[in-house]
């Protein structure tokens, strides 16, 4: 196999005094490690043939920026093409970005699907002219923890990059604090479905831009956990033009309402992660058609919203003294409430909640009466209580039974629920009194 391919699948040859310069190949996973190879070792990527995902740990790349790269042979190109890797992990590297400009191009004879940029620096700027026009395989691209210039005036390069990136389906830049996307780098991504920039610098100045008219058009899912911001409303006219949206991530962000805001989301939007957002009150309005909604690990108290298509509602981890009305929500499948504050379900309660497939209602602090016990254990018969029964599930009172585990308690029908012994006992004595007439 020729240098240049090995350079190739290296993404340069490195080497560093005191660590060993092989790779090594799980057969089982089919997943091979690279660390600090060096010109002289490369055979050693030879191991890598027969991997799907190859990850190249460590190393400075600088040396190799005059390295000789030519275009392919025949030869080069065949061998290339017969690799079954599919994803290419950088960890750890020092990367001119002008030698990443002329060696992105030979991926386009490749198979690889996916690219991956962990704890890497991009150094200097790249000539990136080479490859204007040119496509490339990857669908999926992703940078964590990574240092680079600025995305702000970098704007010519993703011109560049346009043809290939129009056709990517996933990018990921988390932990590398982005402080903003320019509208027109968010216009080059024609069809994106899937943005995820967690654990970044993003404020609530910076995301009308970033959603500007033309930008991300095709975008399904989004994910801003773990940013700046603050102004729930102000997101919601940030992402107005993404007409696509289904999911949106807004959790561990602190979030504030604007009461003189009447913003309308995406009509598209099914899918909203408002956990860990410091709510003390459910915010509003709400997407309209939503599906799915978690404001668990916040501090509500109550939640009184009506949502027609809801399915699945998470609030664990609150302040919840009782259980939301069922009736609001007629298509519920899915309920969560651990970690709040409910001391027992009344049987109205039960009977609702037993028709939910699943029902999540551990750690709280259980009042082992009739309703707290006997109502729990009646849900609990149905089949649908879900994780943490029963061994999640423990009284708090009365003194009797505190420490006890709710499935141990004993529930005498006749005094916790009279009626299901009342009702049966008076159609009894009905029966025969028709007899002796």
């Known amino acids: 196999m020729s240098v240049t391919v090995l350079f190739l699948l290296g993404l340069g040859l490195w080497e560093a005094e005191g660590r060993r310069n092989r790779c090594y190949f799980n057969r089982t996973q089919e997943y ?14 030879i191991q890598c043939l027969a991997a799907t995902t190859v990850e190249f740990r460590g190393g400075e790349l600088e040396k190799y920026i005059a390295f000789p790269i030519r275009d ?83 704007e010519k390069a993703f011109s560049s990059l346009s043809t290939w990136l129009a056709t990517l389906q996933n990018l990921s830049v988390t932990g590398s604090h982005v402080t903003s996307l320019p509208c027109a780098i968010g216009r080059v991504f024609r069809a994106l479905h899937s943005l995820d920039l967690a654990q970044n610098s993003l404020g609530d100045g910076s995301l009308a831009p970033s959603f500007c008219q033309g930008a991300f058009p095709q975008l399904q899912v989004l994910s801003l956990q773990h940013n700046n911001l603050t102004s729930y409303h102000s ?59 978690d404001m668990s690990y916040n501090h509500l108290h109550a939640v009184d ?72 254990q009646s849900l609990a018969a149905t089949g649908h209580l879900g994780q943490g029964w029963p061994q999640n599930y423990m009284c708090q009172s009365p003194p009797g039974y505190q420490g006890w585990l709710v499935v141990a308690v004993p529930v005498p029908v006749l005094r916790c629920h009279p009626a299901a012994v009342v009702a049966p006992l008076c159609v009894a004595l009905a029966l025969l009194g028709l007899a002796g007439a």
């Open 72 to 154: 392919l042979d025949s030869s080069a190109i065949d061998t290339l093409g017969s690799l079954i890797i599919e994803k290419i992990i950088i960890r750890d590297v020092l990367i001119p970005e002008i030698l990443l400009a002329r060696v992105l191009r030979f991926f386009s004879y490749t198979n690889v699907k996916e690219l991956a940029f962990d704890s890497c620096v991009f150094q200097g700027t790249g000539d990136w002219h080479e490859m204007d026009g040119q496509s490339l395989p990857i669908q999926s691209l992703s940078f964590h923890n990574v240092t680079s210039a600025p995305l702000t005036g970098n």
């Open 235 to 293: 997101v919601c006219e940030s992402v107005q033009l993404l007409r696509e949206l289904q999911a949106l991530n807004l959790s561990q962000n602190t979030l504030m309402a604007d009461p003189s805001s009447s913003c309308q989301w995406p009509a598209s939007l099914r899918i909203f992660n408002l956990s860990n957002t410091g709510l003390d009150k459910v915010l509003t309005p709400l997407p309209a058609n939503l599906e799915v909604l």
């Open 305 to 376: 919203i009506s949502l027609s298509s809801l399915r699945k509602l998470f609030l664990s981890q609150n302040l919840l003294q009782a259980v939301p009305s069922i009736r609001n929500y007629p298509v519920l499948d899915t309920l969560h409430l651990d970690n709040n504050s409910i001391t027992e379900l009344s049987w109205d309660e039960v009977k609702l909640l037993g028709r939910l497939q699943d029902v999540v209602v551990a750690s709280n602090p259980f009042s082992c009466s009739c309703s707290g016990a006997g109502g729990l």
């Open 32 to 45: 091979c490690r690279c660390y600090n190879l060096s010109e002289e070792t490369a055979g050693s990527l």
